[in-house]
């Protein structure tokens, strides 16, 4: 007693200081008492105390108990005042402090964070040289990157090599993270550029050339290639962009100088030409000078263009550079003249010549001028006429007047009353005291009364000779006339001419001339008179027409006409 306990072997767990009586009884019903007291000592009173309640995952803490003797902590089996912790996750931990026989326990709450999930990303694997890769962060609340002791979501980095980049992130229980960003960082390509040239002249083309990368663009043209072409106008400075095959790029550049052009001009003779006309070209401002079309050297050319022509002249200076003008000549046709009028006349006559085709005229020989003008040749001529356009050219054209040579006057043979014509022509006219005798055209006239007889002889282009010597009495006549022959020559001419011809028999002779009009303008007395006369006479003084002649005997008078032109 206390607790009415049976049995051999009792467990008790006494509050305080307790006796216990144990009676015990035989089989023959005899009891026995006996005692015994069990002291209660007081348990301990253990505490804890903690660097932290609250930890990270993969942190640890240090827990710390007093209030007995030893201690002994579970889970972990740990033994001491103060023992080092790492739970995985949140854990109560138990420690059992005893102090003599006595022993009291506690516990205490460890709660583990988890870390926060920290990742970071870039911008861009890779760089190039000197080339900027922004680095950005998440899942945490505040962030520090390494190397560069940098802060901040996201940052802006030039890496000068291959960089490893740590981010530690941390969140609001304070517990952190890490994750790491390599960026590579490409070297440059080692470009290099060239031209064709480093002097060209203006207008002129350069090839451009490059190396060191894969893709090039050429500034200030900006075209891609290589190589490429550029056309300078001034001294220029060309800066290619290499990049390579991973994006890298770098700069070179080329200075090409570029030479003016000369400053060429080009002058003209004249403007306008006729066909066939010469021109002189000049030109200036350069060197040496080629000229097109007519491939021809030199300042100052000469050309005889068949048509209207440009004329192109490349001037080249000392720098070899070259520069062009141009001058138009034009052409103009030469006019096309025509000549007309009458081809054929008879000696003494006038023939009316005609041109068309130009606008001023002159005619050679005589040196007449006009569209229209008259001639007297004296014999066949070729007049050539000279016409002039409104552009001052030239153009020309022949006529030619042929003259006919009339049949020489000729005599009348006298048989009886039968005249004959002594010279054969193609058809003839007869007169009687001067006037045509109608229907007498044969050689031969068969004379019906006395008076005087004249005939004219007229070949087959119808020019006369003119009358013949006259006779005033062919009725009866036996006797020939003492007049051998008559002669005028030239016939026509310009006043000059002589007067030939012959007696048989001495006869009181007398030279008379008479005009148009019928007017005696001069008269020769001969007396009694044979044999041949011939003699220049000069009628130049009273004009041009026609003019009759006549001889006249003591028995005949002949009459012969002359043209003056």
Known sequence: MPGSLSGTTVTVSPASTTTYTVTGTTGNGCTATATRTITVNPSPTVTTTTTGAAICSGSSTTITASGATTYAWMPGSLSGATVTVSPASTTTYTVTGTTGLCSGTTTQMITVNPNPGVTSSSSSPSVCQNGNVTLT??????YNWMPGSMSGTSITVTPLSTTTYTVTGTDVNGCSNTSTLTITVNSLPTVTASSSSSTVCSGSAVTLTASGASTYNWMPINVNGNPVTGNPVSNTTYTVTGTDAVGCSSTATVIVNVNALPNVTASESATSVCTGDAVTLSASGANTYLWQPINTTGATVTDVPASTTTYTVTGTDLNGCANTAQ??????????????????????NSANLSASGATNYTWNPGALNGSTVAVSPAATTSYTVLGTDANGCNGSATFTVTVDTPPVAGNIIINGTTLTSSVVGTTYQWYLNGNPVS??????????????YTVEVFDAAGCGSGQSSGVTDPTGISVSSSVEFINLYPNPNNGHFTLNFNLTEKSDCTVDIYNALGQLIYREALGDFSGEYKKDLDLSNYGKGVYSVRLKTGTKELAIKTIVY
Do not use: H, K, R, W
Request: aromatic share 2%; charged share 5%; proline share 5%.
């Open 137 to 142: 962060a998440s899942g945490a609340t505040t």
């Open 327 to 348: 001058e138009t000549v034009t052409v103009n046709p030469l006019p096309i003249i025509t000549a007309t009028g009458d081809s054929l006349i008879c000696e003494g």
């Open 439 to 452: 229907g007498a055209t044969s050689q031969s006239y068969t004379a019906t009364q006395n008076g005087t």
